[in-house]
């Protein structure tokens, strides 16, 4: 099993022609990448309208605001993150679905299994 790639991803040096026309005396050289920021859910505009179709077909909300949405995980010393299906209706209160996953790894499958089992929650 090999770590290769995991280590100095972080923070990446700059060549002499970085940061060009700051003008500034004693640049770092150092572009500044935060390895802890959230990265950006990057799923096509096709893959979040399938899903949300998903949502319409199984969570009786047709004509529903269904927003998805990557976050960090809530749980207490969970350092995953995860995917929150927000449905928003005029005539009901909202509802939530939390899938323990990336929006990029979430699929119609587990959206439908997770509303068989009960996942979606009406929020308070
Ligand atoms: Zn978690």
């Known amino acids: 099993m090999s ?3 995991l280590w100095g991803a972080g923070v990446r040096a700059v060549g002499k022609t970085g940061s060009p026309g700051t003008g500034m005396a004693g640049d770092y050289g150092l572009a500044f990448v ?3 920021a959230p990265r950006r859910a990057s799923i096509s505009d096709e893959r979040r ?3 949300r179709a998903a949502v ?3 969570g009786d909300c047709d004509g529903a605001t269904i927003t998805l949405s990557e976050l960090a995980c809530r749980d207490q010393g ?3 993150v995860e995917t929150v299906i927000l449905i928003t ?3 009901r209160q909202s509802r939530a679905l939390r899938l323990h996953k990336r929006l990029s790894e ?3 499958t587990c959206i439908r299994e997770a509303i068989d089992a009960g996942g979606l929650r009406t929020l308070e």
């Open 34 to 36: 935060n390895p802890f």
């Open 89 to 91: 209706e005029a005539k």
């Open 3 to 5: 770590v290769k790639g």
């Open 49 to 51: 309208e399938a899903l």
């Open 78 to 80: 969970c350092a995953e």
């Open 106 to 108: 979430v699929t119609e």
């Open 56 to 58: 319409r077909a199984h």
